[in-house]
């Protein structure tokens, strides 16, 4: 979804809603949005509506929750760039687009793609024609690697203009300064998710964990294998499994309905990074907050084994202190069982 231009003023549709739907049908529903009210207050069929809240004021609602309830939080342009901004997709099908023209379908595949990626991500400081070399041909260069990287960069030249890819010896891809490049929203995005966690700001973690998780789960030039690729894609494996862990702390915080989510990101979180303890610690929450006790204790067991058998070594602290509550849980139900039996 792309903004208006940051000139032009917001838009106003006098369009029906899917909320506006559901109240001409009797169906019970609220918007809980962000600071601006978007995008709910651009419909003036929803204009002045008690319906439309503010975020955190889903937390009161909880167990009472309408028939039709939708979530915004506060959007920075990050996640919804104004239409004049420049805007590029990297993480999984490459899409692109400058001064508000799309230019993905003019950019060469397999090596041209490879060698706008490489650019964008370095675009602020110049890359040598032995770089460019060295990111498309990072074995066995081809016998005149010179001219056929010219022949790339003619064809991405004539893609993008030649404002915006400069230099013949140095080279460099000239953005905007505030062009959306989605493999850059997720890093900001989880770390405002990360703060809001910190801070335990729940609702607000929602939207930039899922943002984050959203564009790092496509992952980076799928099938191209070079050098200078693979940081990058461990950076968004990271970045993958960090906002499962902040999406998972909030639905655990927030309890209700979200648990079942917060169950199926934290296992999910684990099948990512078996070793990483706090997936773990999340899941057995998350599960004994259902009333799964035995699951969680299950789930400790998986690990305590795995850690055993693979580094010899046991969980920690943090991860037995949620272990122990739920193993009295556990044996405080089995007395109780065993009680009724007798009696």
């Not at 058998?309 to 007395?335: F, K, N």
């Amino acid at each position: 979804m792309r903004n208006p231009p940051r000139g032009q003023l917001a838009p106003v549709w006098d369009l029906p809603s899917l909320l506006g739907h559901a109240q001409d049908n009797g169906v019970s529903w609220k918007a809980y949005t962000g600071r601006s009210s978007y995008p709910v207050a651009f419909y003036k069929q929803l204009e002045g509506s008690p319906n439309v809240v503010r975020s955190e004021q889903i937390i009161a609602d909880a167990g009472n929750i309408p028939q039709l309830s939708m979530v915004w939080h506060d959007s920075p342009d990050d996640e919804h760039p104004p239409a004049d901004v420049g805007l590029g997709q990297i993480c999984g099908r490459l899409a692109v687009e400058i001064a508000g023209r799309s230019i993905t379908e003019l950019i060469p595949r397999r090596q041209g793609r490879v060698l706008f990626t490489y650019l964008v991500i370095n675009r602020h400081r110049p890359s040598s024609r032995e770089d460019l070399v060295g990111a498309l041909w990072p074995g066995e260069s081809p016998p005149d690697a010179d001219g056929a990287l010219s022949t790339v960069l003619s064809r991405l030249r004539r893609a993008a203009g030649s404002h915006a890819l400069v230099g013949r010896g140095d080279v460099r891809l000239v953005l905007p300064a505030d062009a959306w490049i989605d493999f850059e929203a997720a890093e900001e995005a989880f770390h405002r998710a990360e703060s809001a966690v910190a801070q335990e700001r729940w609702t607000a973690a929602w939207g930039p964990s899922l943002i984050a998780l959203f564009v790092a789960r496509r992952g980076l030039l799928s099938g191209a294998d070079a050098p200078w690729i693979e940081p990058h894609r461990r950076r968004l494996e990271d970045i993958h499994c960090s906002a499962l862990e902040c999406y998972t702390a909030a639905a655990l915080s927030l309890g209700g309905s979200e648990l079942h989510v917060g169950e199926r990101t934290a296992r999910e979180l684990i099948a990512s990074a078996p070793y990483r303890e706090s997936g773990h610690r999340l899941l057995m929450e998350v599960l004994a907050g259902r009333g799964n006790i035995s699951e969680a204790l299950r789930v400790y067991e998986e690990l305590r084994s795995l850690l055993l058998d693979e580094l010899g070594a046991t969980p920690s602290p943090p991860l037995q202190a949620v272990h122990l509550p739920a193993a009295q849980g556990c044996q405080r139900g089995l007395r109780i069982c065993l009680a009724s039996i007798e009696v």
